[in-house]
């Protein structure tokens, strides 16, 4: 989706992480899976942040598992020189005519919006909305749930209600998918990624946890709801606003309906199956088939509503 070039972005929803010099410590077993499959499983969980339940033992959905390591995240900061360069990088967006050109400013943008709009929905559903920062980094980066790093891809941590997306992760997701897909592309990570938020809010993020993986498991159902709680934003994402009251986003269009259905197709666990290991397992998805992900998009999208977002209790998922 496109913004408004005039509408002003506000970077102090976001912040920059601690670069990854060291390259030490990057979280162990959070990363399951090796050979090519794990590679190519690894471009999933960096676009839709998720699923490096793999060998980490009840690890849940982006990265919510962990939890040994506290750090003091107050303490994050331009450590490094990528940290650095990305905190010049933040302070450089101010406008929806940056959040066009530059994607690192469109995440901001992104999450300008996504925060509005569920600030003013929760309350519909009895909720309030509490804001969460996202952390841009270079590299590496400490987190609640451990050390980030690039390799994972965009997750979000309910240890300190962080999103984290590695800087330098547009632009492989661009230069790859073609510039076309990319905005709604990374639009929908951003939103992907609050869906979970909203989720802890709702207090049921929790439950991918006990059951990691499977064609009908807790961790698929809570995936394919960060997908719903993606496509209720897109629906109103027109509507949201700035700090100053304008508004942040053009309406959406049916092109960029059909590049987030083609990015929420190319994510799906049977594509990913199929290409890296030549068949479908369903007994180890853990983010749903790419029809199930197209689906619950666009149930959000179409309905708008939190309620029909309740692939918990859905007999059918798809
Ligand atoms: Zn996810």
Redo the contacts with the bound molecule.
């Keep these: 989706m496109t913004f408004n070039d005039n509408a002003n972005l506000d970077t102090s929803q976001v912040e920059s992480g601690g670069s990854g010099g060291g390259g030490g410590g990057i979280s162990p077993g959070g990363i399951g899976v090796g050979g090519i499959g794990g590679l190519i499983i690894m471009i999933l969980m960096v676009l839709?942040?998720?699923?490096l339940t793999g060998g980490s033992g009840g690890g849940t959905?982006?990265q919510s598992g962990g939890g040994g390591l506290t750090q003091d995240t107050s303490q994050i900061g331009a450590a490094g020189t990528g940290g650095d360069a990305v905190s010049q990088q933040i302070a450089s967006c101010k406008t929806g005519a940056d959040a066009n050109r530059d994607d690192t400013c469109r995440v901001i943008g992104t999450v300008n919006s996504v925060q509005n709009f569920w600030n003013g929905a929760l309350p519909k559903y009895g909720q309030s909305y509490t804001p969460a920062k996202t952390v841009l980094y270079s590299g590496s980066t400490p987190t609640a749930c451990g050390t980030g790093s690039a390799q994972m891809g965009p997750f979000?941590c309910p240890l300190d209600k962080k999103v984290y997306i590695d800087a330098s992760f547009f632009q492989e997701l661009s230069s790859k998918y073609g510039a076309d897909d990319g905005a709604l592309a990374q639009e929908y990570v951003v939103a992907?990624?609050y869906?979970?938020h909203v989720q802890d809010i709702f207090g049921v993020l929790g439950r991918a946890q006990q059951d990691p993986q499977g064609a009908e498991s807790a961790s698929v159902r809570?995936?394919l709801q960060?997908d719903c709680y993606a496509g209720i934003w897109v629906k109103y994402a027109s509507q949201t606003k700035d700090s100053e009251g304008n508004t942040l986003l053009k309406p959406v269009t049916e092109e960029d309906i059909k590049s987030a259905l083609s990015a929420a197709s190319a994510v799906g666990d049977d594509r990913i199956q199929q290409k890296s290991q030549g068949r479908v397992t369903p007994e180890s998805w853990t983010?749903g088939s790419s029809a199930q992900r197209q689906k619950w998009f666009l149930t959000g999208y179409q309905t708008g509503d939190v309620n029909s977002c309740d692939t918990f209790n859905a007999q059918d998922l798809g």
């Design positions: 839709f942040g998720g699923g959905t982006d979000y992907h990624e869906g979970h809570t995936e960060a983010h």
